[in-house]
């Protein structure tokens, strides 16, 4: 922002506790027991998408691609990776979708990150640096959405904490869980710690 101007954003920050997530497959490039080489698995992920694409613009849907973390994918981590796929696309039926908690862990700065992926982004996730609600780690709130009205993103912000009240040794906590209480006092403070940081960035709502 600049001086004490206010900018004006319409992004909706939606509390969600996602009741039907899927469960992620990591489906690795091999080829006749061999691995690709990366430019091959590129040219192809390229390929896919810009033959899809058509097709979701005509059904009025947009195909948002999200950088996983090196843990979960060897395709895309970061959002400088996802920029470049989404530009050689270039389609916009592709676009992306940002999530803090991947950023928090491959991008060296996620306020530079959403300003770099700009007008490209279809949708954000607000998660912790610990996959949990906003507000429980240390992610600063205010600054990620200061980026985000600079990048001029006026769509929906959505939470998709993993839970992770149970911390027994060899239990996976990488996979999401349905909510086994009532989790909208827990949402409803997440969301508040949004529209804060929002309102800290000088930020309209």
Not at 19 to 34: A, K, L, N, Q, T
Not at 140 to 150: E, K, P, S
Request: aromatic letters at 4%.
């Amino acid at each position: 922002m600049c001086g004490s101007s206010r900018t004006r954003i319409s992004a909706r920050a939606s509390a969600s506790a996602s009741p039907s997530s899927p469960e992620r497959h990591v489906i690795p490039s091999i080829s006749f027991g061999r691995r690709l080489q990366p430019a091959t698995r590129a040219a192809r992920t390229i390929e896919g998408l810009a033959a899809a694409a058509p097709h979701a613009r005509a059904q009025g849907v947009t195909l948002a691609v999200e950088a996983l973390n090196r843990f979960e994918t060897d395709i895309l981590s970061t959002t400088r990776q996802a920029v470049e796929l989404v530009d050689a696309v270039n389609d916009k039926g592709v676009q992306l979708m940002l999530d803090t908690f991947h950023m928090n862990m491959e991008d060296r700065s996620i306020p530079d990150a959403i300003r770099l992926a700009g007008s490209r982004i279809a949708h954000f996730q607000a998660n912790e640096n610990h996959r949990g609600h906003p507000g429980t780690g240390h992610l600063d709130w205010t600054a990620i959405m200061r980026a985000l009205a600079q990048a001029e993103y006026r769509g929906p912000i959505s939470l998709e904490p993993f839970r992770r009240a149970d911390d027994r040794i060899a239990l996976p906590i990488a996979h999401w869980r349905a909510p086994r209480e009532d989790e909208s006092a827990k949402l409803r403070a997440g969301l508040g710690v949004i529209r804060n940081a929002l309102a800290l960035a000088e930020v309209d709502q």
